[in-house]
């Protein structure tokens, strides 16, 4: 399923491949469609057209709209959004802890109030993976709690003591329903997540407890909640050496461009981050050059594309002061083509380090644009 093609460092090429879309080239950058769309007007076809290899949806928004088992019974989330590369599916635990109110966690799961219409709504391990499996996504994500940032020692510990064991129901239930004859993806996969807050200690005792469930990948969860990069970093720093080098690795909703050098830079393969979707509907572009803030008046007049070495559909037929115009006219085109640059530069930046790491220039790649992109 993952193969590590060449190293550099600690940083990695390699390949991985899953029941929808082939072979995804790693490291990669998943795009972002919570509720099966990419906001801004980005449909699953443009994706392709940006360059995207693998598509990030919500087990959170699809339950409670429009609902898993519609999504089931229009045939899988592949279906329903028609796109039929790889989908990653995140288990709810991260939105159930940032966009529900009214949470009551106990060792079954979680009780909460919808961000929606209030109702009240179980989710456990067995729940996230039953709505996962309907979902039909590729990647299934372990049900885990991320703790606010701060957090004290004795609530990190307990919570990830809690994950843990989370991880032991998900594996479980997961077994389960891939073998059910009537499931909807039956090549569906389990990544586990690595909590501990920031405290270096847990997360390497979290980390070692979940490696010894058998999951197709980890993930390093609960970061780029309020910390400090370098915070982050040495916690990746801390954890890397602790993960099974023949799985893939993903460091969850990060980040910047630089975070992302960064990253990779520490082993991490896989990534996903709302960044250049939500910085895009507020006209901030990114550019190699660094960032355009497209509603400044200099541009008004400007005839230049966002940025002259850029592919993307927006570069290749529009100015600088027709988008402009576009956002001060309220136009929704606007959203549109800002986001289907930014998302183009993301997976355009997975595939320049990708491109070093095999041509063994990573090195030089990382001093020139880490620290330099925001
Ligand atoms: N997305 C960003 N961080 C997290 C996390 O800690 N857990 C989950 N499930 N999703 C995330």
Not at 87 to 113: M, P, Y
Not at 118 to 136: A, D, K, V
Request: contains cysteine; negative net charge; glycine residues 10%.
């Amino acid at each position: 399923m993952f193969k590590v093609l060449k190293t550099e460092g600690r940083a990695r090429r390699g390949e991985f491949s899953c029941a929808h879309g082939g072979v995804v080239q790693t490291p990669v950058f998943m795009n972002v469609g919570t509720q099966g769309a990419i906001k801004g007007g980005v449909s699953a076809h443009d994706l392709k057209e940006v360059g995207c290899q693998i598509e990030l949806s919500n087990t959170y928004h699809l339950h409670l709209r429009p609902g898993d088992h519609i999504v089931r019974q229009m045939g899988g989330l592949h279906k329903f959004m028609d796109w039929d590369g790889p989908i990653l599916t995140d288990s709810g635990g991260f939105q159930v802890f940032s966009l529900a109110s009214l949470r009551k966690i106990r060792e079954e799961g979680v009780t909460f109030a919808s961000h929606i219409d209030g109702h009240r709504i179980f989710m456990g391990p067995e729940e996230s993976m039953q709505i996962q499996s309907n979902l039909g996504s590729d990647i299934a994500m372990a049900f885990d709690e991320c703790v606010e940032n701060p957090a004290t020692y004795e609530y990190a510990k307990a919570s990830c003591e809690r994950t843990a064991r989370w991880l032991e129901r998900c594996k479980a239930e997961h077994d389960r329903l891939n073998a059910l004859p009537d499931t909807v993806n039956p090549g569906q996969m389990l990544f586990g997540i690595n909590q501990g807050a920031t405290f270096a200690d847990l997360r390497v005792w979290h980390m070692d407890q979940i490696a010894k469930i058998d999951c197709d990948g980890y993930a390093i969860g609960g970061l780029a909640v309020g910390e400090p990069a370098e915070v982050m970093y040495e916690i990746i720093d801390a954890v890397e050496p602790h993960m099974p080098k023949d799985k893939p690795r993903y460091l969850m909703g990060v980040g910047t461009p630089s975070n992302i050098i960064e990253g990779v830079a520490r082993g991490v393969d896989f990534f996903d981050c709302v960044m250049p979707s939500r910085n895009g509907r507020h006209g901030k572009l990114f550019t190699w050059e660094g960032t355009v803030n497209i509603l400044n008046e200099k541009y008004a007049t400007d005839p230049r594309p966002i940025s002259e070495s850029c592919g993307c559909p927006a570069c290749r037929h529009f100015s600088r002061a027709y988008i402009r115009h576009l956002f001060k006219a309220d136009e929704v085109l606007a959203l549109r083509l800002a986001v289907l640059h930014n998302l183009y530069f993301y997976n355009e930046l997975a595939a320049r380090i990708r491109r070093a790491l095999d041509e063994g220039t990573f090195a030089d790649f990382r001093a020139r644009y880490s620290g330099n992109l925001e």
